[in-house]
Structures are given as C-alpha cells and as structure tokens.
C-alpha cells in the first residue's frame, strides 16, 4: 500500500470511529437497516448466510438481522471467529441458545468456538455461502468499503474465490454517517453488491 494511502485511510478510520461512537441513534438506525435487509429478494431466496456479531458500541446492531436468520427453516447462519494466526472463519451458529452461550472474543464482540458439544461446528468454506452481510467503516456509492484495517473479509473473500465456489453476494450494512461521497481504496478491495441504509439500497450497477 501506498504511504499516503494508507495515511488517508487511517486518518478516516480514526475520525469515522469517534464520531460513531458519540451517535445516540445508532439503535434506531439499525432497525431501519434490519427491516429493509430482511425484505430484500435477495436476502429472502438465500439459505446460506454470514452476519457479523456487532460491537458492543459504535457499530450498527444486527442482533434483529441475526434473531431473524435463527428462527428461519431455510436459513443456516455463519459468523465470523478470528483464529490466533489473524485467519477469519466464518462458523455455523445453530440457534439462540447457541449465540447465548458465545464467549466474547476481539472487541468485546461474541465468537464461536471450532467445536460443539455435538462434533465440529459447520464451516462455511465446507458448506458454501450465498450472502455475506459485510461491517465496515466507511462505504460510498461507488459500491466500494473501508475496512477496519485488518484485512479479515478481503482476505477471507479471496481465499473463499480461490477454493472454486462462486462469490457470495456482499450486502453492505451503513449507519448514515458511514455513506461517504468518496473513500480511498486500493484494487484489491472488493467492491460491494448492495448497500443498505436506514434511507436507501444502493445496488452494483
């Protein structure tokens, strides 16, 4: 990465955080996200699904999103876990008594372990994915995402491409405050397919 680059980017980083974590809306702002992920077509033909487990602050909420896919009968639901090497595995979470029982990991955010009290837990590069529900920092209508600098999707994205499956769909999730008119990004970020806001759906032209 380039040195300006990567100084633009922490730059945004940092501001974008702070000023997240000082909104007092950002529940009110998630329900109106979470309801229109959940009438998506493309969200309600899926049956494979990743959604991130959010932090406990400054980040939208998708513990309405998550309580959805749990109760479905055609959805199964993958969330992230950060192995010790930096390695992001996306896991299958089986129902609420299983998310109660998560132990809180990186960021205070909740996190499955690799084995159940019945075997392995499912991975998701072993099941397939159709939909990742991507986080973020910043996103902007160009379809493209600011991370939080550690790579974890694009890498996990690559590796899943790489493995001969086709690319999930990628469905962005924005607070308002996070839909920039522009962020700096470099060519191997992946562009997102759709963006959802409390006041839009952005899709990839």
């Known amino acids: 990465m380039l040195p300006?680059?990567?100084?633009?980017k922490q730059a945004l980083r940092k501001s974008l955080q702070s000023a997240l974590?000082?909104?007092?809306?950002?529940?009110?702002?998630?329900?109106a996200v979470a309801d229109k992920v959940l009438l998506l077509p493309e969200f309600q033909r899926c049956t494979t699904v990743s959604c991130y487990l959010s932090m406990p602050s400054?980040?939208?909420?998708?513990?309405?999103?998550?309580?959805?896919?749990?109760?479905?009968?055609?959805?199964?639901?993958?969330?992230p876990r950060i192995s010790r090497n930096g390695t992001m595995e996306?896991?299958?979470?089986?129902?609420?008594?299983?998310?109660?029982t998560l132990p809180s990991g990186t960021?205070?955010?909740r996190e499955p372990s690799y084995e159940t009290e019945c075997g392995p837990r499912?991975?998701?590069?072993d099941a397939g994915l159709d939909l990742i529900l991507v986080p973020g920092v910043a996103f902007d209508r160009s379809m493209s995402r600011l991370g939080h600098g550690k790579g974890y999707y694009d890498r996990y994205i690559s590796r899943y491409v790489?493995?001969?499956?086709?690319?999930?769909?990628?469905?962005?999730l924005a607070l308002r405050d996070q839909l920039l008119t522009s962020i700096p990004v470099e060519a191997h970020d992946f562009k997102m397919d759709i963006i959802v806001t409390p006041d839009e759906i952005l899709h990839q032209q």
Do not use: C, H
Request: charge should be neutral; avoid cysteine.
């Open 4 to 8: 300006a680059l990567k100084t633009q």
């Open 21 to 31: 974590r000082s909104l007092d809306n950002i529940k009110e702002q998630s329900r």
């Open 58 to 79: 400054g980040e939208l909420d998708t513990s309405e999103i998550v309580a959805n896919i749990l109760k479905s009968d055609t959805k199964s639901l993958f969330v």
């Open 90 to 100: 996306l896991l299958k979470l089986y129902n609420r008594d299983d998310l109660e």
């Open 107 to 109: 960021w205070g955010i």
């Open 122 to 125: 499912l991975n998701a590069m």
């Open 162 to 172: 790489e493995s001969g499956r086709p690319r999930p769909l990628l469905v962005a």
